[in-house]
């Protein structure tokens, strides 16, 4: 089996990683890939676009295409691969709207009945601030923004602020911008593979989008993840699964634009019950960094099982009992900026630690001609650990991540730090 994956982050060195476990030894390609999952799986493209991703994958006799980031589906990835003859692992551009578009989301949660917080669409700044039912309140851009279109305002001028950088300066693009109702819980991040009939749910993250410590400072693509989450176990994700996955499914289905891929499912625990925040359609990040190393079952096989419909009938999915932390090591500046060219040291020796893994983001060089391993982005790495219980770990992950130093280094000292005192 031949396998290419798509993308160049964190999210994609995971999926590789745990495609590489896989009992049918696929042969892993990768476009562009990065320096961790250019060890695991030879690059064929240095690109992500449509066109020459179909070449390649026609080229190279590909059995399975796995599109890691958002951008390539609602480009339509999936749907050229379709006409090429070429199984995909992913969405349609169709389906991918779910993500694409923050208001057809919404549209499909009324329609499919998936409780999720109140909203308006606004057109100008004097709009959106009438919309504004209290503080904190929610800002949105409707398109993609790389996980940083979203902003939740504490006073007005916050909400105005975001508000002008949408709609006026356009900072994101052109776009609708909505506000909505800020929610009050427990977040959780739920991920289930659909075959486009069906949603599996994949067992549940909590991730941490807050720059600093105690949720403080700027919105970021996450700052680290934990797995399991105290409070959803494993009756109550098939309980949370049946609310915000498969009516998803059913009614994407219903309008003839079936589901494929990951459906992955932002959701806040409120006294009221579960609220839906947001879809995407496709692995989290950091959430697949501490998801996917507690799947023992065969990824290989379930993603080519996900890309057929009703591929999935009968899967069950077999979990490491363990715990999963990631630590996110970004770069000076992140999220405002990313300091590049910064030499790394220590990737190899928190890798050697026992049950820990470093997955590869936003790094350039390392080559075996002894190229210096260096920043090239925000999130430069994602140091993964399991433990027998979340505090275990928890410690694992943070004395991997203390081995390794480069200039400008940050990372948040509280992931799962709350969680580990509530698992006991």
């Known amino acids: 089996m031949k396998i290419l994956v798509v993308g160049s982050g964190g999210r994609e060195h995971a999926i590789v990683h745990a495609l590489a476990r896989s009992p049918q030894r696929p042969e892993l390609l990768c476009a562009p890939g990065n320096p961790g999952i250019r060890g695991l799986a030879r690059q064929v493209a240095d690109t992500m676009d449509v066109a020459p991703i179909v070449e390649v994958a026609k080229a190279e006799g590909v059995d399975l295409v796995v599109v890691g980031p958002e951008a390539p589906l609602v480009a339509g990835l999936v749907d050229a691969l379709a006409e090429a003859g070429i199984a995909a692992f992913g969405p349609s551009a169709a389906a991918a709207r779910l993500e694409g578009s923050k208001t057809f989301a919404k549209e499909i949660m009324l329609a499919a009945g998936v409780p999720t917080a109140g909203h308006a669409v606004v057109g100008t700044v004097d709009e959106g601030l009438a919309a ?19 902003v939740i305002a504490t006073t007005e001028a916050e909400a105005r602020a975001a508000l002008v950088d949408m709609l006026e300066t356009k900072v994101f693009g052109d776009g609708e911008v909505f506000v909505e109702d800020f929610l009050d819980g427990e977040e959780v991040s739920l991920l289930a593979l659909c075959d486009g009939e069906r949603a599996v749910a994949l067992a549940p993250a909590r991730d941490f989008k807050r720059a600093l410590d105690g949720d403080e400072g700027a919105n970021t693509g996450g700052m680290g993840a934990f797995s399991p989450v105290p409070g959803v176990e494993p009756e109550v994700l098939t309980e949370l699964s049946a609310i915000v996955h498969q009516p998803i499914v059913d009614e994407l289905a219903r309008r003839g634009t079936p589901f494929h891929g990951v459906l992955y499912a932002g959701l806040m625990l409120t006294s009221a019950g579960p609220r839906v925040l947001e879809y995407n359609t496709r692995f989290g990040d950091p959430e697949t960094q501490v998801v996917l190393p507690r799947l023992q079952s065969d990824l290989a096989e379930l993603m080519e099982r996900s890309s057929r419909p009703g591929g999935l009938a009968g899967a069950t999915l077999e979990v490491d009992p363990r715990a999963a932390v990631t630590v996110v090591l ?57 433990g027998e219980t979340l505090f275990a770990a928890r410690e694992a992950a943070y004395t991997g991540a203390d081995a390794i130093a480069f200039d400008g280094r940050q990372l948040r000292g509280d992931i799962a730090a709350a969680a580990t005192q509530q698992a006991g």
């Open 132 to 150: 504004v039912t209290g503080y904190p309140t929610v800002v949105k851009f409707d398109g993609l923004a790389a996980g940083k279109g979203v």
């Open 330 to 386: 970004a770069s000076r500046g992140y999220p405002a900026s990313a300091s590049r060219g910064d030499e790394i040291s220590g990737v190899d020796a928190a890798d050697a630690l026992p049950d820990t893994t470093v997955f590869h983001a936003g790094t350039a060089g390392g080559g075996q001609d002894g190229e210096a391993l260096t920043t090239a982005g925000g999130r430069v790495l994602a140091v993964t650990a399991l």
